[in-house]
């Protein structure tokens, strides 16, 4: 079955960088988009970012532009999500999800989420 | 960016009763070269990551009980829970993936049970 099983809970202080990973399971790891999602306490759904895992290819949210970066390690069917120079607003759960196939942008199996938490 | 608003923010149905949300796009959403609404709905619950329950604005995905249906073009959609259940509590957002590569969510609408 399908599984995306992403990195624990982070705590940061302001301006450090984290690091987030969702490992892929189930499926073909280069055959479906990655995006990422997050989603601060009590709050909606803010779309990050997507990847390509087969060609590298990325797109970012223009809020994000010059402080995210989704990679992969093809080998191990692993994307990684890093985040720099983060501050207080930057805490939330921070979700992988796979790209549903034909429909790109839409999200059909999402991971169990990463807090992290941003405090000085 | 497609800015997306949804209305009501929270609504409270009687177990049984049509559930009505709406989505509005700041821009056009169709497609015009293959007719399609890039516009998708998602139903979260307390404590999990967001489902996906519709996509081309009326497709359900595989799974989803059909009292869950999607309407509209545009600018302009509805997603329509025609029999609420009580397992249906949950905050519902629309998606429009439009715009590659930047896919906003609307802000999410709390469904209750009255």
């Known amino acids: 079955q399908v599984q995306l099983v992403q990195s624990g809970a982070e705590v940061k202080k302001p301006g450090a960088s984290v690091k987030v990973s969702c490992k892929a399971s189930?499926?073909?790891?280069?055959?479906?988009?990655i995006n990422w999602v997050r989603q601060a306490t009590g709050q909606g759904l803010e779309w990050m970012g997507w990847?390509?895992?087969?060609?590298?290819?990325?797109g970012y949210a223009q809020k994000f532009q010059g402080r995210v970066t989704i990679t992969r390690n093809t080998s191990i069917s692993t994307a990684y999500m890093e985040l720099s120079s983060l501050r207080s607003e930057d805490t939330a759960v921070y979700y992988c999800?796979?790209?549903?196939?034909?429909?790109?942008?839409?999200?059909?199996?999402w991971g169990q989420g990463t807090l992290v938490t941003v405090s000085s | 960016d497609i800015v997306m608003t949804q209305s009501p923010d929270s609504l409270a149905v009687s177990l049984g009763e049509r559930a009505t949300i709406n989505c509005k796009s700041s821009q056009s959403v169709l497609y015009s070269s293959n007719n399609k609404n890039y516009l998708a709905w998602y139903q979260q619950k307390p404590g999990q990551p967001p489902k996906l329950l519709i996509y081309?604005?009326?497709t359900r995905e595989s799974g989803v009980p059909d009292r869950f249906s999607g309407s509209g073009s545009g600018t302009d959609f509805t997603l329509t829970i025609s029999s609420l259940q009580a397992e249906d509590v949950a905050v519902y957002y629309c998606?429009?993936?439009?715009?590659?590569?930047?896919?906003?969510f609307g802000p999410g609408t709390k469904v209750d049970i009255k």
């Open positions: 081309w604005a009326s």
């Open positions: 998606q429009q993936y439009y715009s590659t590569p930047i896919f906003t």
């Open positions: 999800a796979r790209g549903r196939r034909a429909v790109a942008g839409t999200s059909d199996y």
């Open positions: 189930g499926y073909t790891f280069t055959s479906y988009d």
């Open positions: 990847m390509n895992p087969n060609s590298g290819n990325t």
